[in-house]
């Protein structure tokens, strides 16, 4: 059964991202020349967010790279620790989100209280109510026996429609998050 992650540690892994990006900031600030490599800010990014993380690690000496092939932008982030905690799965899905998400991937909102549910369904273009909530809007997780995990995560995504869902995802052996399923709670006519 996944533990309920809580609320104090929901805020601050956000708070560590926002550290990690006020990290890079500073430092692409010092490092800036005209010559860096369109990876550099990037990497700067990557590898500040493992340095603020608490429960997801690099290994000694090791970074964050990114590969350029024509268009793409592709993070290749070395075999990281994560430890054997429900906050650490959420801590490391939502690194890897943020790592992706600035190589043009856009991520999608965590929806951890009621005041932010109410406010992603204020912000809607015509909210339906799909399921009424039962239980927690917190992530939960849970670590097996065979190395691998789940996450289950709130979010509120604007594609075409605007969705709040809660997204089920899976932790295997060779830290690929899959996507499982998920339970659609409402959803809107539009983006912000």
């Known amino acids: 059964m996944p533990t309920i992650i809580t609320l104090d540690d929901v805020l601050w892994i956000r708070g560590s ?3 990690a990006h006020e990290l890079a900031n500073a430092r692409f ?10 990876t550099a800010y990037l990497e700067m990014l990557a590898n ?12 000694a000496n090791g970074r964050v790279t990114y590969a350029i092939d024509g268009t793409a932008i592709a993070p290749k982030i070395p ?23 600035s190589a043009g991937w856009s991520m999608t909102d965590v929806i951890a209280t ?6 992603a369904l204020r912000g809607m273009q015509q909210p339906q109510l799909v399921r009424a909530l039962v239980g927690s809007l917190l ?4 670590w097996r026996e065979d190395g691998t995990a789940s996450l289950e995560v709130t979010l509120y995504t604007r594609a075409q429609e605007e969705r ?29």
């Not at 600030?29 to 369109?38: G, I, K, N, S, T």
């Not at 992530?139 to 849970?142: D, L």
């Not at 899959?178 to 912000?192: I, P, Q, T, V």
């Open 17 to 19: 991202l926002v550290r």
């Open 29 to 38: 600030r010092e490092a800036f020349r005209p010559d860096l490599p369109p």
């Open 48 to 59: 500040a967010l493992f340095e603020t993380a608490q429960g997801v690690h690099l290994p």
């Open 79 to 101: 075999h990281v620790t994560i430890e054997r905690t429900p906050a650490a799965v959420f801590e490391y899905w939502l690194l890897t989100s943020e790592i992706n998400a």
């Open 114 to 119: 009621p005041a932010e549910y109410d406010a």
């Open 139 to 142: 992530p939960a997780a849970e």
């Open 164 to 192: 709040i869902e809660r997204r089920h995802l899976m932790l295997d052996t060779a830290q690929e998050l899959h996507f499982h399923s998920r339970e659609l709670l409402a959803e809107g006519l539009g983006g912000r």
